[in-house]
């Protein structure tokens, strides 16, 4: 399995602004991956994070407002930029084990005013 | 594109009823397909994996179905208990040569167990 922690757990945040989200892994692992949860809505993929290379994004994410970091092979970075109220979300972190069962971790929640 | 659809949204029952719960996928072509729990503000706790080979897989209380030409899989909930209360989502992986590890999730179904 993986353990997967995430800061901060939460966050208010002022629109303008940005945010960045930090994601810890305890092994090394080729890909991770950030998910975004709006509220009442299913779990979306932002974009995957490759070490060493740009990160892949998802159709309606782009790098500008989501830049990535993956510096290393256990810890990669999500930065929300110039936030407005619909970026009100849980943002996850996710990599997949050896058993390729996916795992998460606790989520970021995010509120932006 | 794939399109994953949990039934029913929400469900409230009774201490120690059996419970089953719906997932639907558009698209068969998938490498495996997997279950998760959701607490109110926590993360994704992972439930069963089913490999595409698989028709079903087993854990204590729960018992997970695959039919991938048809395109469902169940969660059966045994005895259930308060502590099971929380969103179950199902989430489908397509087949290798799209972008590794990309999952398709429900919406999930909200399960409330009461005493």
């Known amino acids: 399995s993986a353990v997967i922690s995430q800061k901060p757990s939460r966050d208010i945040c002022q629109r303008g602004t940005s945010l960045t989200i930090q994601c810890q892994v305890d092994s090394q692992v080729t890909m991770m991956f950030w998910y975004r949860q709006q509220p009442g809505q299913s779990l979306t993929l932002i974009a995957t994070a490759n070490q060493g290379s740009e990160a892949t994004y998802e159709s309606g994410f782009v790098i500008d407002k989501f830049p990535i970091s993956r510096p290393n092979l256990t810890f990669s970075t999500l930065t929300v930029s110039n936030m407005s109220p619909e970026d009100s979300s849980i943002y996850l972190c996710?990599?997949?084990?050896?058993?390729?069962?996916?795992?998460f971790g606790p989520g970021t929640r995010l509120l932006v005013l | 594109k794939q399109e994953v659809t949990q039934i029913p949204a929400a469900l409230s029952v009774p201490e120690g009823e059996n419970l089953v719960l719906n997932c639907s996928f558009t698209d068969s072509a998938i490498y495996n397909l997997q279950w998760f729990r959701q607490d109110p503000g926590k993360g994704l706790t992972s439930l069963l994996l089913?490999?595409?080979?698989?028709r079903e897989q087993t854990s204590g209380r729960l018992n997970a179905s695959l039919d991938k030409s048809s395109g469902r899989s169940t969660l059966y909930i045994a005895a259930s208990q308060p502590g099971d209360s929380a969103t179950y989502l199902c989430a489908v992986k397509p087949f290798r040569g799209s972008t590794l590890g990309r999952l398709y999730f429900g919406r999930g179904t909200q399960l409330t167990v009461w005493p």
């Open positions: 089913i490999q595409s080979s698989q």
């Open positions: 996710s990599v997949a084990g050896p058993d390729e069962t996916q795992y």
